[in-house]
């Protein structure tokens, strides 16, 4: 199982600078389709009808409490919508997992597994499960609601997913080459 799991590609056939490239295309679009499914599967639910959790949630706190930048100081409108850092962090994040992920990619192809949707079950359980309710952004998993779990789960499925259509489409249509673990006598997916 570790050796299937830590299979790596042949070095010659590795392009890390198209998967920079895809890690940020791939982020910023993936950005959106996280947003896009919080829209009907909202991560937070209205505790009592109180917004707090959703108001303060995950990149409003780390903002605040650990960078020391006040999210609501920090605000511009955009046909009449009020946009706040929070939803850069959500770019910054996708942008970071994304080029992380498209990077290891070129190595280890395993890593992309069931088309990413396993990195995306992997990226829930680390920070939702681990990271975020250790540092009191959020209540522990045994604490919120399913709503909440089931949001959580499916949003970064269809992100991973998203990330891992464009990665791999990017770099088979830059390289003309199928992705390196491959045999490229085979034709490009």
Sequence with gaps: MIKWLFFM???KRRRF???LWAGILSGIIGAFVKWGAEVPFP???LHGGLLSRDTLNPPF???RDYTGIDPNSIIYTFSEHVINPVMIMHIIFSLSFAIIYCLIAEVFPRIKLWQ???MGLVVTI???GIFIPAFGMSPPLTQIPFDEYFSEIFGHCAWFW???MIRRNVRNLITKEPDAE????QPCR
């Design 162 to 164: 998203a990330i891992e």
């Design 43 to 45: 991560p937070r639910t």
């Design 61 to 63: 706190i780390f903002l």
């Design 17 to 19: 600078g198209v998967a």
């Design 182 to 185: 491959v045999p490229l006598n």
């Design 9 to 11: 590609t042949d070095k």
């Design 116 to 118: 990413g949707i396993a």
């Design 126 to 128: 680390i920070v939702h």
